[in-house]
């Protein structure tokens, strides 16, 4: 059965240290919750999993099926089967959505990619004009949001990582992509680690385990009921104890000139 092991996982950005030590283990057709405040370094570990350059990995590691993804390029840990739909999903001008799945499905079955794209629109209501339009470009943040889980649905990974599923997702669509990606780890096995400030993505996407995540590391895991107790209490209990990295005092303040100019509203 496969897993992603993360173990004892640091890394800074722009030198400042944000994931303190992250240990979790998610197995084969299981959904763990990550929930935490805005700032926590939720997104920073979803892209240092995923490989996104720009971080620097100071210890730890992260294992899918014993093999080591540090260190391997983004391209490479797709390949051993892991996805992330990202909170802020890019765009890529020129590039079709059916010609960069086609290159990511790269396998004798690529012929039938364009039809299960079709499959898989009509399952999360994405329409089809999108399919042969460049990835991402002038569409919406919850259409962009249903183009992450066409992706992943096409794609089948063994593990994904989901970065605030529900921001930018109206209640429709939100059904529509949480039953889709809850299929997924139902029919295919496949494992999620949900990362979100909000439990409200928990109606469709069933967690079997939730973390705390505050101060850059996990602080407490327990079942569902967690989440309702987050819901209930806020995150004041974690804020309050744990030494936060010292806001922005002090420092330039960080704007990502590809991100979303509403991050601030979403996340
Ligand atoms: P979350 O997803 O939990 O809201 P992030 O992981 O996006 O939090 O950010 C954690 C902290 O790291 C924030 O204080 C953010 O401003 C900072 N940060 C993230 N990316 C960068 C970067 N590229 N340069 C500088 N600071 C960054
Ligand atoms: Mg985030």
């Known amino acids: 059965m496969s897993t992603l092991v993360i173990e004892g996982l640091r890394a800074s950005v722009a030198g400042r240290e944000i994931l303190t030590g992250v240990d979790l283990e998610v197995a084969a057709g299981e959904v763990h919750a990550v929930m935490g405040p805005n700032g926590s370094g939720k997104s920073t570990l979803a892209h240092v999993v ?57 396998t004798p079955e690529g012929a039938a990619v364009a039809e299960r794209m079709s499959e898989e629109a009509a399952r999360i209501g994405f329409e089809e004009k999108f399919l042969e339009r460049p990835v991402n470009v002038d569409l919406s943040g919850g259409e962009r949001k249903r183009n992450e889980a066409l992706q992943l649905g096409v794609l089948g990974p063994a593990f994904a990582v989901i970065d605030e599923l529900d921001s930018g997702l109206d209640i429709d669509a939100l059904r529509f992509v949480g039953a889709r990606i809850e299929d997924a780890t139902t029919h295919d096995g496949l494992g999620v680690l949900a990362i979100t400030h909000s439990s409200r993505v928990f109606d469709h996407l069933r967690p079997d385990t939730v973390h705390v995540f505050a101060g ?43 991100g979303d100019p509403f991050a601030d509203l979403l996340t």
């Open 50 to 106: 995923a490989g996104r350059g720009g971080y620097d990995v100071l210890g730890g590691s992260v294992r899918l099926d014993g093999t080591e993804l540090l260190g391997m390029p983004a391209w490479r840990r797709a390949e051993a089967g892991l996805f992330l739909a990202m909170q802020y999903p890019t765009e890529v001008p020129g590039v079709s959505l059916l010609d960069m799945l086609t290159e990511s499905v790269c």
């Open 216 to 258: 850059g590391r996990i602080q407490q895991s327990g079942g569902p009921e967690l989440a309702d107790e987050l819901e209930a209490e806020g995150y004041e209990r974690w804020t309050g104890a744990v030494p936060q990295p010292d806001s922005d005092a002090g420092t330039t303040p960080f704007t990502d000139p590809f």
